[in-house]
């Protein structure tokens, strides 16, 4: 199983980004999403994900971001409005998938300027 993350770039503090994660690859089962990011100098932390039909945020994101998915198009997102510079940093998108076995992504940088 494979993910492919895009939509990174360079925006402007109050701006709009929509990330993607593609999955590929043979599974039986998805079983939780996310999306994790890390800062320069900083330890990856949680950014959102969707478990057995839930959402979850973290509190820095919450009302700004919003993470979906498309099981059509074996894909997921992460809508981020209202950036700040401190939401900097390398995105990866994660999966658990077969119950226990867990994949990353390559991350795609986001650059938010004051």
């Known amino acids: 199983v494979q993910l492919q993350a895009s939509g990174g770039g360079l925006v402007q503090a109050g701006g709009s980004l929509r990330l993607s994660c593609l999955v590929s690859g043979r599974y039986r089962t998805l079983n939780a999403w996310g999306w994790y990011r890390q800062a320069p100098g900083k330890q990856r932390e949680l950014v959102a994900s969707?478990?057995?039909?839930?959402?979850n945020y973290a509190d820095s994101v919450q009302g700004r971001f919003t993470i979906s998915r498309d099981s059509t198009k074996n894909a997921m997102y992460l809508q981020m409005n209202n950036l700040k510079p401190e939401d900097t940093g390398v995105y990866y998108c994660?999966?658990?998938?077969?119950?226990?076995?867990?994949?990353w992504g390559q991350g795609t940088q986001v650059t938010v300027s004051s």
């Open positions: 969707i478990s057995g039909g839930s959402t």
């Open positions: 994660n999966i658990h998938f077969n119950g226990w076995d867990s994949t």
